[in-house]
């Protein structure tokens, strides 16, 4: 128990992937897979990853890896060098890691941000699985069906959101409200959806704008992608007169607890919580990295150990 809990709390930093032996030192099994993030000790994708590897006979390491921005494209190279099969991409990587891809499968392209790196041969390939997870999330926690929906999504302007928010345009939702702290990085991102999707109805809106609360009266599903929650004593992105008892409210957070969640169920709406998400994104990069696997099993169980 000891051995794995140090595992699990292992961290390690660009300037260990200069080699092998050092990388590798203590363990049996070679890293070859991994996820960078700043900050990423919090990271639940190795208790996901590693029975799904073992269960599969894949020997092969998941770990952590602390890397600043900037250094994105320097760790890609150090992985592929070192014969990395792949890795995950968190906050606040997600768009430095589009920029390092040679090339992009179409959702990510569309979505302008990467979540999932796969190591080939001839070229460093970018995928995105976020929007893949959270509609499966939904679908599966809250009975919630994208197409036809009318979805209100706070925080929109991060990675997550940005990625969601084109996920659930190519899905076919009605209508979408995208809101932001910061208005103009929604404004580019709902430009690029009305690119693609130019029948669609998008309305763009600051988290403090009074008409939030009648786009949140008119919307089925409504969805926290904001970094608010991560810190004990984060405040909700949305008022608490945004929910009511008809909704659905998702929170990318996978924190139990968070004020979005709290606001949401004292109005009777029915949550959920990011870590459903995680799975199904997880899931989603797996098959990536190994055609035709399925891990879903064996990455619930290790998620379900935290």
Not at 21 to 47: F, T
């Amino acid at each position: 128990m000891v051995g794995a809990l140090f595992f699990f709390m292992s961290l390690y930093f660009p300037d260990d992937l200069t080699s092998r032996e050092r990388l590798d030192a203590g363990h049996d099994k070679p890293a070859r897979l991994a996820v960078i993030g700043h900050p990423v000790a919090h990271s639940l994708s190795p208790r996901m990853h590693q029975p799904a590897l073992d269960e599969a006979g894949i020997d092969a390491r998941y770990i952590k890896v602390e890397v600043e921005p900037g250094r994105v494209a320097e760790v890609f190279a150090r992985m592929r060098a070192l014969g990395f099969i792949g890795c995950n991409v968190t906050v606040p990587h997600k768009f430095e890691a589009l920029a390092a891809c040679d090339e992009l499968d179409a959702g990510a392209a569309e979505m302008g941000v990467v979540n999932t790196v796969r190591f080939d041969p001839d070229a460093t390939r970018g995928f995105n699985t976020d929007g893949y997870g959270f509609e499966e999330a939904v679908r599966e926690t809250l009975g919630v069906t994208l197409q036809g929906a009318a979805v209100l999504i706070a925080g929109a302007g991060g990675g997550a959101g940005g990625a969601i928010a084109v996920h659930c345009a190519r899905q076919g939702v009605a209508r979408l409200v995208l809101a932001n702290r910061s208005v103009d990085k929604i404004e580019e991102l709902a430009a690029r959806i009305r690119s693609h999707h130019g029948e669609m109805e998008i309305f763009t809106a600051a988290l403090d704008d009074p008409r939030l609360r009648e786009w949140a009266s008119e919307a089925d599903l409504i969805v926290n992608t904001s970094s608010l929650g991560l810190k004990e004593g984060d405040p909700s992105p949305l008022a608490a007169d945004c929910f009511t008892s008809r909704h659905a409210a998702y929170d990318t957070i996978y924190r139990p607890g968070t004020a979005f969640q709290q606001a949401a169920l004292a109005a009777g709406a029915r949550v959920g919580t990011g870590r459903e998400m995680l799975l199904h994104q997880g899931v989603k990069a797996f098959q990536i990295w190994f055609p035709g696997s399925d891990p879903v099993a064996a990455m619930r169980r290790g998620l379900a150990s935290v």
